[in-house]
C-alpha cells in the first residue's frame, strides 16, 4: 500500500485483471474500471496465462506538506 489519501484508478483495456484490494478479489474484464484506496494492501495480475491483458493505472498521492517556520 501507499502512504494515507493515496487512490488508485485501474482501467482494463484488453483481457482480464484480477484486482485485490484488502483481502477481496475483483474480476475485471475489458471495459471494467475500479477506483480504489491505495493506502490499503492490494495486487493485480493478469487472469490469463494465454493472453495478455493491457491496462492503465493512475496513482494520486496527495502532496507532502509541512509548515515553514
Do not use: C, K, Q
Not at 14 to 31: E, M
Not at 43 to 61: D, K, Q, W
Amino acid at each position: 500500500g501507499h502512504r494515507s489519501g493515496t487512490r488508485e484508478l485501474l482501467h482494463v483495456l484488453a483481457g482480464t485483471v484480477d484486482l485485490v484490494v484488502g483481502g477481496t478479489g475483483h474480476r475485471l474484464r475489458s471495459g471494467d474500471s475500479a477506483s480504489f484506496d491505495g493506502a490499503v494492501p492490494h495486487s493485480y495480475r493478469n487472469a490469463s496465462a494465454a493472453r495478455a491483458a493491457r491496462f492503465s493505472l493512475a496513482v494520486h498521492e496527495p502532496a507532502v506538506t509541512r509548515e515553514i517556520p
